[in-house]
Structures are given as C-alpha cells and as structure tokens.
C-alpha cells in the first residue's frame, strides 16, 4: 500500500505505514494542499486493518514551518472564509489520525512552528533531534492557534504551560520541551529517524486493539468525572479481553514466551 501527494507521501511495510511531508524546499507548510492530502491519507490509514503503527517524520531542514504565509498575503481579503475552509480538511486528518487504534510515533529531526507544533504532539511517542526548536508563531501574526493545539499542548504540557508558550510567543529549545513534556525523547540528530524506526517497529508488532482503547480512554480522562472514567475503563478491558491478542498475550505469559500478536 502507498500514497503520493504533493506535499505528503505513505508508504506500508511489515504492518508499519511511513507517513514523510516531501515538501522541503517550502519548508513542509501547512496549507490546502497538505489538508487535503493528509484528509484522503488519514481516511485510508484509518479503514486499514493491516496498519499496526505509524511513522511521522519530514524531508530537509524544518519538520514543518507550519501555516504557508505567503498564501495568505496573496489572499488576505478572503482569510476569514480560506481558514476556515483549509482548516476543516486539516482538523478532521489530526481527529482520524488521533482516533485510530494505530500508535503514531514522529521524528522530529528539524524546526518546528505553530500549527505543526501541535500537528506534532498528537502523536504518542515523539523522538527528536537535541538541535531542535520549537516556536508557538500564532501571536507574532495576530492570530490565535489552531490545529487542535490548545488541546495536544495542554495534555503534554500542561494547561498553565502550554498557554505562556503560545501567549508569549515562546521559541523553546529541544531540552526545554523534554522538560516540559512536549517530546519524549532526545538524540543528535543523525539517530533521530533510526530511533524512532525501533519504536514504531517494535508497536507495530503489539496488540492494535487494545492500544486503540489505551489512547482513547486517555483522550479527554480529565474532562470525565472518576465514575465515568472508571466505567470506560471497565467497559473497554472487558471488550479487550474478548480479542485475540488478548488470549495470545495470556496463553504467552502461562508459558512463559513471547506474546505473537497479530492486532486482531
């Protein structure tokens, strides 16, 4: 299985889809383009059964700019309709990318601003290269963010956190966003791709269902109240137990092997 866009392309090995933004020489921006792509990529990667991980990772110097400024300039009397219709494509991919039962794993091997950002934090595990920075970018073009970030900062960052950096415009290091939680792990940057490749790998390999319950019986734990989280909770372990890998993973620890998971 592969996808070809413009601004976005997949490719599909051993359960693993390799999602790359091929835009380097624009810096990766987000703009129609690229939600529509990744609108058509996050559909099939979505209704795909054989997809057990994801890789998110960009080509050259920026993992992506974020939004294509000089689009804007071009059109600035239609902003207010453009918006709203390049972000509705844009909003509904990060949803479906978010929502699936795959893990999203990202290597972050070079700059990062604004809706890409968060684009970004949505995946579950992030590598990134020690040479990195991160810069909010909304206000320093009087706009406000977008791209679901006041929802994916605030979950790794924390709500105080993740407001400063987009209210003061903050550009952070790669060390401060480790501290802050904004990544997960740190490398020089020639062993950001390789390491990132293991993690996704080796989720690949596990029970999809069951990681597709874990990420969604975390999305939004903090707007639950304790009863209905806990019956989520309890809800989806007893749906869980009834899966394959379920019973593989049970059969392997009584016999004290390896679990062989196929994501059923």
């Known amino acids: 299985m592969e996808f070809q866009g413009q601004s976005i392309r997949m490719t599909m090995e051993d359960g693993l889809a390799r999602v790359t933004l091929c835009q380097a020489d624009r810096g990766n ?8 792509e990744l609108l058509e990529l996050s559909g099939i990667l979505m209704t795909s059964p054989g997809v057990r991980a994801v890789l998110l990772m960009a080509e050259g110097r920026f993992f992506s700019v974020g939004g294509d400024l000089n689009s804007f300039k071009d059109r600035i009397d239609e902003l207010p309709r453009l918006v709203l219709d390049w972000t509705s494509d844009f909003h509904t991919a ?17 700059g990062v601003a604004g809706g890409a950002v968060s684009m970004m934090a949505f995946a579950d595990v992030i590598h990134a290269a020690d040479s990195v920075r991160f810069t909010a970018a ?5 706009f406000c963010a977008d791209s679901g970030t006041t929802v994916s900062l605030s979950e790794r960052m924390g709500i105080a956190r993740a407001r400063r950096f987009i209210l003061c415009n903050e550009t952070i ?5 480790q501290a802050a939680g904004l990544v997960d792990h740190l490398h020089p940057v020639a062993e950001v791709r390789a390491a990132a490749e293991a993690t996704a790998r080796r989720l690949a390999q ?7 319950m874990i990420k969604r019986c975390f999305s939004g734990a903090l707007g639950r109240s304790l009863d ?10 007893s749906r869980a137990a009834g899966f394959a890998d379920a019973r593989e993973g049970i059969t392997a620890f009584v016999q004290k ?8």
């Open 257 to 264: 092997r390896k679990a062989d998971f196929t994501g059923s």
């Open 29 to 36: 921006p987000i703009d129609a383009t690229l939600g529509a």
């Open 94 to 110: 990060l949803s479906r990318l978010r929502r699936m039962d795959a893990p999203v794993v990202c290597a972050v091997e070079g």
């Open 228 to 237: 209905e989280q806990l019956e989520l909770e309890a809800v989806s372990l």
């Open 138 to 142: 909304f206000p320093a073009i009087g």
């Open 206 to 212: 596990g029970p999809t269902r069951a990681y597709g």
């Open 173 to 177: 290091t790669a060390a401060e966003a």
